[in-house]
């Protein structure tokens, strides 16, 4: 944003010719970054979505994503990077202070204190099986570095249900569930039909030959007799736990407005009872 443009803004705050709501409104559309000529930094990005910018690794060199790293850790409470292989990374702790690496999740990510939650509710993510981690920690360190609750359930396929059925304590718990899972991609359907919370289901690429790469699980779970479930792209835990987020975020502010219109509602209450009372 240029000074000039926000000392405009900020003189029709004081002035009463904008609403504080509006310039948010108006803020949330304010600006960019370059980097040199290949990136556009979007900083306001965290006002209006409710997280920052991510940055997608693959593609990119090691050079590119320090600069844009560095360009971000300027506005940004949390500059992550996705899908960072071990040796990437390894070239880039060197040249970026304060670096953290999620292995398991592929995550990297540069945070000012290590994250705690600051919102309501659990976001609980479940796996079928072992080798389809990478992606459920994907989604279980991107909640975490959003700020929300996460609980994870490993290795719980419908091959042994048992091991799901012995831990409906955490599906209760749950406010949002994720379920990933390869193969024939069954999970999702039998966890939406003991859960009383959305669930987002994540095909992944796991599978014998006829798995086609993740698109007989994503099959699988766009046709699920289970009502409740949203479907996010192959091996896409971070979409999930962006989208778990959101619907918490939509949650919170909706409880907000009840409370406020409670509030409004006693306070007139209260008005039209002094009023009867001052009138006799």
Not at 73 to 78: D, I, L, Q
Not at 102 to 112: F, G, L, N, T
Not at 126 to 145: I, N, P, Q, R, Y
Not at 246 to 265: F, H, M, S, V, W
């Amino acid at each position: 944003m240029k000074s000039e443009d926000l000392k405009q803004l900020l003189t029709a705050i004081y002035t009463g010719d904008i609403t504080p709501e509006s310039a948010l409104e108006k803020l949330k559309n304010f600006d960019f970054e370059n980097v040199e000529n290949f990136a556009k930094i979007d900083h306001h990005r965290n006002i209006r979505t409710g997280f920052p910018e991510v940055i997608w690794g693959p593609g990119k060199t090691p050079e590119q994503i320090v600069k844009i790293m560095e360009v971000m850790r300027k506005n940004n409470p949390v500059v992550m990077a996705t899908r960072i292989e071990p040796e990437i990374y390894e070239e880039l702790q060197d040249k970026i202070a304060g670096l953290y690496y999620y292995r398991d999740a592929k995550i990297c990510a540069i945070i000012s204190d290590f994250p705690t939650p600051k919102h309501q509710g659990i976001i609980t993510i479940v796996s079928a099986g072992t080798a389809d981690l990478k992606v459920g920690e994907e989604a279980a360190v991107t909640a975490t570095l959003c700020g929300f609750s996460v609980k994870r359930l490993w290795d719980v396929g419908v091959a042994g249900i048992h091991r799901l059925l012995s831990n409906k304590h955490l599906i209760a718990e749950a406010d949002v569930l994720i379920v990933v899972a390869g193969m024939e991609g069954a999970l999702p359907s039998v966890v939406a039909g003991l859960a009383d919370c959305p669930v987002i289901a994540v095909p992944t690429s796991v599978g014998y030959g006829a798995n086609f790469d993740g698109l007989a699980p994503l099959l699988t779970m766009l046709n699920s007799c289970a009502p409740g479930i949203g479907v996010v792209n192959i091996d896409n835990g971070f979409g999930a736990a962006i989208l778990a987020g959101q619907i918490i975020r939509t949650g919170e502010k909706l409880a907000i407005e009840e409370g406020r219109r409670k509030k409004e509602e006693g306070r007139i209450k209260k008005e039209e009872v002094d009023g009867d009372s001052n009138s006799k």
